[in-house]
């Protein structure tokens, strides 16, 4: 679902739209954490093991994962030191995690604080290639719902037609059903997406 800036909308759009944000933070976010941490934790004590990113110290041995730069900046209060200073020891799963976001996404000090966004970005970042597979089955599902977030967090009511509506609850409806969350959060999606249908009808 693009962003198409200003774009005309209605107040059904209005609607959907909350509806839409309420089943991204009240069902989706708590069904990813989880999910989200038990995944990191896994590579991460893989990472332990094979490049022992718990003890780089001052000399940075695993700068990129997956091809990718690492941000520590994030860690260890590294962003108030000289860079030559910098401490690379990655202490924790989430210490891990920070490795992937952008700097003023990085202030959770756990996963339970983690927002969609922040989840979503760490799903679609987070290489799978040291032997945790997880991720791989719902990244593309999180990619459009990373799109749905950024067209939500921008207030872009026009895109929140009927039909991005129901796509958006079926692709949190599957990603549901792949990391098997809890029959509570199918419930809960469900309703939400009765009371945005009947919105609709009443209108």
Known sequence: MASTGASPHTKEDVTR??????????VLTPALRPYVEAAITQLYNNLCTTHQIHTQGHQK???THGGRPLNYKNISGNDTKQKAQWDYSVQSP???ARLFMQ??????S????????????????VDDSQGNNQFTTIRQDAERLKDFRN??????FGNFTHVNFQTTFNTVRSVLTTIQA??????SLQALEEQGTVTEVAG
């Not at 700097?103 to 959770?108: D, L, T």
């Open 151 to 156: 067209d939500w967090g921008h207030t872009e």
């Open 61 to 63: 041995t695993y700068p």
């Open 103 to 108: 700097s003023h996404m990085c202030q959770h």
């Open 94 to 96: 989430m210490d891990f």
């Open 17 to 26: 739209w909350q509806v839409v944000g309420m089943g991204l933070h009240t």
């Open 110 to 125: 756990a996963f339970s604080e983690c927002d969609s966004s922040a989840l979503l970005g760490l799903i679609i970042n």
């Open 182 to 187: 809890d029959q509570k959060y199918h419930d």
